[in-house]
């Protein structure tokens, strides 16, 4: 009923930039906080950043300064523009959103499939 859906990732040179773009569809009350997490080859996901309903966001200490996340609500969208990239930004990027369908219900959490972001040195 709910799908998240994201775009953006590719290949690029250490140094160069990406934008991430992950779109919230279906049955949607209200959306309470949207964000990334990422998988590394051989590593354990991690949260990267998180954007509440107010529009403040959080970050992971080693993407702070370079990467900025942002949602446009009337879309259901939240961005990552990731700056300055490094080979070991290389991972699986996740977009998750925690989401009301109805009122009076808790949030639950959402996930997309994934996009790839490669970066190489």
């Known amino acids: 009923q709910v799908q998240l859906v994201e775009s953006g990732g590719g290949l690029v040179q250490a140094g160069g930039s990406l934008r991430l773009s992950c779109a919230a569809s279906?049955?949607?009350?209200?959306?309470?906080?949207m964000g990334w997490y990422r998988q590394a080859p051989g590593k354990q996901r991690e949260w990267v950043a998180t954007?509440?309903?107010?529009?403040?966001?959080h970050y992971l200490d080693s993407v702070k300064g370079r990467f900025t996340a942002s949602t446009d609500n009337a879309k259901n969208t939240v961005y990552l523009r990731m700056n300055s990239l490094k080979p070991e930004d290389t991972a699986v990027y996740y977009c998750?959103?925690?989401?009301?369908?109805?009122?009076?219900?808790?949030?639950?959490?959402?996930w997309g499939k994934g996009t790839l972001v490669t970066v190489s040195s």
């Open positions: 279906g049955i949607i009350f209200s959306i309470n906080r």
């Open positions: 998750t959103a925690n989401l009301k369908q109805r009122p009076a219900v808790d949030g639950m959490d959402y």
């Open positions: 954007v509440t309903s107010d529009g403040t966001a």
